[in-house]
Structures are given as structure tokens and as C-alpha cells.
């Protein structure tokens, strides 16, 4: 069923079997503007950009997520379903829960606990805590070690809500579950590689620190997170 309704590409092959996906467009842009060469755009609709190119050679797609679990949802739905896109990275930013993962750190998600209902309306599954797929994760901190960028292996809380009224309930989240950093998409995106299967994996730079209260500029960001997109990249083939 290609076209999707969100992809307009009409052919599987203009897509590579692995997928970098940014929550922002323009940071897919970057990335294929800095990193990539013999660039094809596969997708603008709704001004989500989706490209193919190659890093040293090796081929790779790079395609927009947008914000939370909803869009993240329909996107990789869509790339494994329809597209056989084999391997999801999702690279975003996140905010820490504790002063141990500091501004720019780079944390792999092991796993994500959510208070979501996604994947109880999606499949009926019940559980609260959904695992990147762990070979996936063994090749991303692989070539972490071999460009010497150091990870946090960690869970994190994949929420809904980005402007809670109850701003300290993230304690709570920290201590019971374990969960070092926040972001809004990863526990969905696990979710649908699991039922689909296919892989998927989350790496996250920290933008910002709940506990500690220190933010980034939007400008330092597009900078401190090349490391991440790097480790990503190695993934081509
Ligand atoms: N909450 C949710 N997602 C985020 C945050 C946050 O504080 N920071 C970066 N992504």
C-alpha cells in the first residue's frame, strides 16, 4: 500500500533498510547537508523531509519523526509496514532527571517506561516498559566505543506531556522506574518494531537538566548533537 498517506514515495527502493529519524525536519536536513552524499529526497509531505544518500559510501535514509508518540507512531508504522524499512534510530534530545546525565551527554535508551496508553490502543499490550531491540543497540554502542563517544546506557520515561502543572512528578518517575531523562516518542516507536518486527533504537543528547534546571540554546544543540547523529550514521550499509 504505497503511497501512505503520510509517505509519498512510490517506490520501496528509494528507501534504505535503515532509517535515522530526528524529531525536527530541518534537523533531518542538517544531517543529510552535512553528512551525506548523492541525496534523494523520498518525502515533504507535511514538511516532513525524508532523504537517502550515502555516508562514506554506505547507504542510509534519514527521515523526520515530528513531536510525540501520535506522529512518531504513524511515521514508523508506515516505514516498516509499507516501506520494509528494517532499522529505526531515533535521535532526539531529552531532559535529565538527575544530575548524572549532564547537558550533551549522549544516552542510549535500553528501554522505556510510559504512563502512555499507546500501546494498549495500538495491540492490547499491557505492559508499561518496552525494550530497544537489544542487537541493535550492541552495534550502536559498538561504534559509540570505536569513535571513543562515551554512552549512558540507560531506561528513560517516554511522556505525553511536555509542560506538566505537577513539574516535580518527575522525581517520583526518577526513583520508582528508574528513568534518567524524558523525551516523547521512544516507547512508541519500541512499541511498533516489536509488533511489526523489525528493530528500533533511541539515542538521546541531553538539552536540558529538570533537576539541575540548566538549559541549551537551540544553537549549541544543532552543534553538541553531531555526536549522536555520527554514532547513527555508522549504521549505514
Ligand atoms: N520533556 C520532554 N521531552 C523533552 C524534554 C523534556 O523536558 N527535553 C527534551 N525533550
Redesign the pocket.
Known amino acids: 500500500m504505497i503511497p501512505t498517506p503520510h509517505i509519498e514515495s512510490k517506490n520501496k527502493d528509494e528507501i534504505a533498510k535503515t532509517v535515522i529519524m530526528p524529531g525536527d525536519p530541518l534537523r533531518a536536513k542538517f544531517i543529510v547537508d552535512t553528512f551525506l552524499a548523492d541525496v534523494k529526497q523520498f518525502n515533504k509531505v507535511r514538511n516532513v523531509f525524508g532523504y537517502t544518500g550515502t555516508y562514506r559510501g554506505r547507504r542510509i535514509s534519514v527521515m523526520a519523526s515530528g513531536m510525540g508518540m501520535p506522529s512518531i507512531g504513524i511515521y514508523s508504522y508506515e516505514l516498516y509496514k509499507f516501506y520494509d524499512v528494517e532499522n529505526i534510530v531515533r535521535i532526539?534530545?531529552?531532559?535529565g532527571y538527575t544530575p548524572e546525565v549532564k547537558l550533551y551527554d549522549v544516552i542510549l535508551a535500553k528501554d522505556a517506561w510510559s504512563e502512555s496508553s499507546y500501546a494498549k490502543v495500538q495491540s492490547g499490550y499491557e505492559g508499561d516498559i518496552i525494550e530497544g531491540t537489544p542487537e541493535l543497540n550492541r552495534s550502536l554502542i559498538n561504534y559509540a566505543n570505536e569513535l571513543g563517544i562515551p554512552i549512558h546506557i540507560e531506561r528513560i520515561h517516554t511522556?505525553d506531556?511536555?509542560y506538566r502543572e505537577n513539574f516535580d512528578e518527575y522525581k517520583e518517575i526518577y526513583e520508582k522506574y528508574g528513568c534518567v531523562?524524558?523525551?516523547?516518542e521512544a516507547f512508541a516507536l519500541f512499541h511498533n518494531a516489536k509488533v511489526l518486527g523489525r528493530n528500533a533504537s533511541c539515542l538521546?543528547t541531553v538539552?536540558?537538566n529538570?533537576a539541575t534546571k540548566e538549559i541549551t540554546t537551540s544553537e549549541e544543540r544543532q552543534n553538541a548533537f553531531t555526536n549522536m547523529m555520527k554514532i547513527a550514521l555508522e549504521m549505514a550499509e
Open positions: 532526539g534530545s531529552c531532559g511522556s506531556v511536555f531523562a524524558v523525551e516523547m538521546l538539552s536540558d529538570l
